[in-house]
């Protein structure tokens, strides 16, 4: 398998600032989503062939409230509100996984919040593709 990492803070932004003031990110900082629905952050991910694979998003939430993101590939829904559960404060940071489908070539991985609170602070995206997703044989 092979594993590609996006940072947020080169993604491209909408409605949301990148940002530094909370240890623990990698990289130079992480997106704060504005305190909106329908801020988003997009990623371009380059898959060398069409086929199956695994995004993980680390993450911090030190809001008290899941903020849901709704994952799409290319325009098309993959998760609809992906929960990201409060982490108990900004600079702690965890992951959530999701399954998707990429086409070969380009393709455009969008996190968008989908409540008025907005998406958690996002640090990266990391892509796994080939044979060792979750559930299935390496
Ligand atoms: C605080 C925190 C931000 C966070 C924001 C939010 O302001 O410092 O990093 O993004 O809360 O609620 O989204």
Known sequence: ???TRHQAENASISRGLVESNHAGYTGG??????NAAGSYVEFTVTAATAGPATLTLRYANGSTADRPLAITV??????GALPFAATGA???????????T??????RIRATATTAAGGPNLDRLDVETGAAQ???PA
């Not at 900082?29 to 504005?34: K, P, Q, R, W």
């Not at 990429?102 to 393709?107: C, I």
Request: no cysteine.
């Open 1 to 3: 398998q092979a594993v």
């Open 102 to 107: 990429l086409a070969a070539g380009a393709n």
């Open 74 to 79: 290319n325009g098309t829904a993959a998760a």
């Open 134 to 136: 979750a559930g299935r």
């Open 29 to 34: 900082g992480f997106v704060n989503y504005d």
């Open 90 to 100: 900004w600079s702690t940071w965890a992951t959530r996984t999701t399954p998707v």
